[in-house]
């Protein structure tokens, strides 16, 4: 396999936006700092991944429920969570430019990083990192309230009103995929750190006395699904928290090698029965457990598996991109996306090879007859190898062409994005081609057309 060359984020960033992956938000009007939309194609790698997470989560185990829950909760949430009080970071002010600073970031630091200036910053003073607003037409104290700074908190307040219709008994668990909201001081490294993200959050509950063992195995069967989306493992890495968040005994966090650094993708966090205690005081509500077979009360302990959607399709996209020596011109170089052809926006390209004597009006049909299973691409613009090229960046694994000998035999080509292996098949037998080759489809480029 040709060498992956290092790509900076600058030319992820630029390729995100040529191709409509991911681009600024409101940027005509200068865009909002650290703000992003997802286009075409990032909307369908998104909607893939938070499916291949659902399936993987809900779908296929008995043992879990889904959840959509309200991104604006109760005010009492955020204080038995801990959030009102707990969720700050301390700032420092640089008393010549006014910029703020995490304090922990300007520990070893002693000038300022914008303007140089020395010995100049104010003391630390706690910022709030929730984001705040209010229900209702008056803006008063008794009308606060907050969007959600993780999915976690709409899970367990739910904990009996999905148990119970769903005739769970632990251990069992609940998921969620939606929107949170930090207002974080320090955004960045483009779709990394943002004010308003998306999380993929299960919280499983379980026996006090079983907790370490379930941790372990969602170590192991997160570890299991990120090799899955076709990462390669040698980027990802465990790291084990000394420093542990109020609520947590134990917590993992799953890193990736991005080229700004190593950084979180995901935690899994033991809980304990901090989250259930604190709501069962705040709320007066019980959360103790009667467990028919053991013939015990007890308030379940949570494990928990959070990750960022954004942050995981951002290392996606990362760990994808490639560039490497054109067959035939070492020379010359090709930009390739190698997306898990489950995850990849769209499925295959379909060419006419020219635009006459019935091969546009062929390949129509097949798109719409393809259009049925899976996302395509229509495009007869510029020569063959121009729209391969598009289609390989735009990380599209396979690609049809139409030609003459289609008119006539009723096959067309099939070309895989990684391998460039070309293959002639019969128009019906494309789709359960593509599929047998998404099944078959490898990181390291193994897959034999
Ligand atoms: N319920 C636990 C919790 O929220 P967290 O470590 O604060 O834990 C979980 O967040 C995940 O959410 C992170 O691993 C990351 O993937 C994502 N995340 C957190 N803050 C984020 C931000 N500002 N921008 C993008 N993703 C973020």
């Not at 668990?173 to 959050?201: C, L, S, V, W, Y």
């Not at 917590?251 to 809980?271: C, K, M, V």
């Amino acid at each position: 396999m040709a060498k992956k060359e290092n790509k900076t984020m600058n030319e992820l960033v630029a390729l995100c936006k040529r191709r409509g992956y991911i681009f600024q938000s409101s940027e005509i009007y200068g865009g909002v700092a650290s703000t992003y939309d997802y286009g075409p194609l990032g909307v369908e790698l998104k909607r893939n991944l938070k499916e291949l997470w659902w399936r993987e989560m809900v779908q296929l185990r008995s043992d879990i429920e889904g959840i959509d829950s309200a991104i604006i909760m109760h005010p009492k949430v955020w204080i038995a969570s801990g959030h009102v009080d707990e969720f700050v970071d301390p700032l420092v002010e640089c008393k010549e430019c006014h910029r703020r600073f995490k304090a922990d970031d300007l520990a070893t630091v002693e000038q300022c990083p914008v303007c140089g200036s020395k010995d100049s910053f104010t003391e630390p003073k706690l910022f709030h990192l929730l984001f705040q607003t209010y229900m209702g037409p008056v803006q008063s104290e008794e009308n606060k309230a907050y969007l959600r700074p993780e999915t976690a908190q709409g899970i367990y307040v739910n904990f009996e009103n999905v148990r119970t219709p769903a005739r769970q008994k632990l251990p069992f668990g609940i998921a969620q995929i939606g929107k949170a909201f930090r207002n974080e001081i320090t955004p960045g490294n483009f779709t990394f750190r943002t004010r308003e993200f998306e999380q993929m959050e299960m919280q499983f509950f379980v026996h006090p006395g079983e907790a370490d063992e379930w941790f372990d195995y969602w170590k192991e069967e997160r570890r299991k699904w990120y090799s899955s989306l076709g990462f390669s493992m040698e980027n990802l890495t465990f790291h084990v928290h000394e420093k542990l968040a109020h609520y947590a005994r134990a917590a993992i966090d799953i890193e990736y090698d991005f080229p700004f650094g190593r950084s979180e993708l995901e935690g899994i966090h033991n809980r304990g029965n901090f989250d259930l205690s604190r709501h069962q005081e705040f709320s007066g509500k019980s959360f103790e457990y009667f467990d028919q077979a053991r013939d015990e009360k007890y308030i379940p302990y949570i494990i928990e598996t959070s990750g960022g959607v954004d942050r995981c399709l951002l290392a996606l996209l990362v760990d994808a991109l490639v560039e490497e020596p054109e067959e035939g011109d070492p020379n010359k170089t090709r930009t390739v996306l190698k997306l898990h052809p489950r995850l990849a926006p769209t499925k295959a390209g379909i060419f006419p090879l020219v635009n006459r004597d019935g091969m546009p009006e062929m390949a129509k049909k097949i798109e719409s007859e393809l259009r049925e299973k899976f996302m395509v691409f229509y495009d007869d613009g510029g020569s063959i190898g121009r729209r391969y090229r598009r289609q390989d960046e735009a990380g599209t694994p396979f690609c049809i062409t139409i030609d003459g000998q289609s008119l006539e035999d009723g096959t067309v080509t099939i070309r895989e994005r990684d391998t460039m292996v070309q293959v002639r098949v019969a128009i019906d037998a494309i789709a359960g081609m593509i599929d047998k080759y998404t099944d078959e489809w490898r990181r390291d480029g193994g897959l034999s057309i």
